[in-house]
Structures are given as C-alpha cells and as structure tokens.
C-alpha cells in the first residue's frame, strides 16, 4: 500500500496543527495523518484530487499569524485552567465542584467547552 502526500514549507509564524489536522479529517476522506519535521507533510491513502489540493492550498495560505497565536493562546490558557483546578479539587467541598471539575475527578475526558468553564472559573 503506498501513502500519498502534499508537503508544505512552514510559515514563518508558530502553525497550531491540531485544527489543520481536523480541518484536513473533515475535509479529505482519504487524509491519514501528517510528519512534522523540516517540513509539513500530510498525507493521504489515495493520491489527493486536484480539488482536495487547492483546498489545502488555501487553508495552509489562509493562516495568519494572528489566528494562529489566538489558537495557543486559547490552548495555553485552558491547559492552564485544568491545571489549576486539579490543585483546586484538593481544598473544595465536592459539593460546590463545577461539572468540568467532576469529570477530572472521575478521569473523565474533557470537552472544550469544560476547559473553557475551567478558564471561566480560574482565568
């Protein structure tokens, strides 16, 4: 079986790949993954359509610098949020605990919307 692939030079800006690797699963059926390394590479079970690579072509050129130091940003505070609410579930009365809090204490996985009731609740 033979892999196919669109490779990419990086931008010059930091890229949040995980929403250019659900924008790439939502968008091309036959996408399997991608390597990070000097450059992006994505690939694809079957050799990607003309029109499958025009649309990555614009999503990868629509990145802005902007937008992406948003995404982090929005990363970095919700892991930051989870953080502080593990430490926080130590001291508080299991009563007053927000559900996004009960799910970290059942080891439940998060949604991001509880991260972000996490951010809410702890900045």
Same mark, same amino acid.
Request: net charge negative.
């Given at each position: ?8 030079q ?6 949040f790949?995980?929403d ?12 399997t ?7 992006? +590479? *994505?690939?694809?079970?079957e ?5 499958i690579k025009?649309?990555? $072509? !614009?999503?990868?050129?629509s %990145? ?13 505070n919700?892991n930051a ?14 009563? +007053? *605990?927000i ?12 949604? $991001? !919307?509880?991260k972000?009731a %996490?951010?809410a609740?702890?900045?």
């Amino acid at each position: 079986m033979s892999l196919f692939s669109i490779q990419y030079q990086w931008q010059s800006f930091r890229v949040f790949l995980p929403d250019l690797e659900a924008w790439c699963r939502s968008n091309a059926s036959n996408y399997t993954g991608n390597s990070a390394d000097s450059q992006l +590479t *994505l690939w694809f079970f079957e050799a990607p359509t003309d029109e499958i690579k025009a649309a990555v $072509d !614009a999503q990868w050129q629509s %990145l802005t610098e902007e937008g992406e130091a948003a995404k982090w940003t929005l990363y970095d505070n919700r892991n930051a949020a989870v953080e502080a609410a593990k430490v926080a579930i130590l001291t508080e009365d299991i009563t +007053t *605990l927000i559900p996004a809090e009960r799910k970290i204490l059942m080891n439940l996985p998060l949604t $991001d !919307a509880d991260k972000d009731a %996490l951010v809410a609740k702890f900045g």
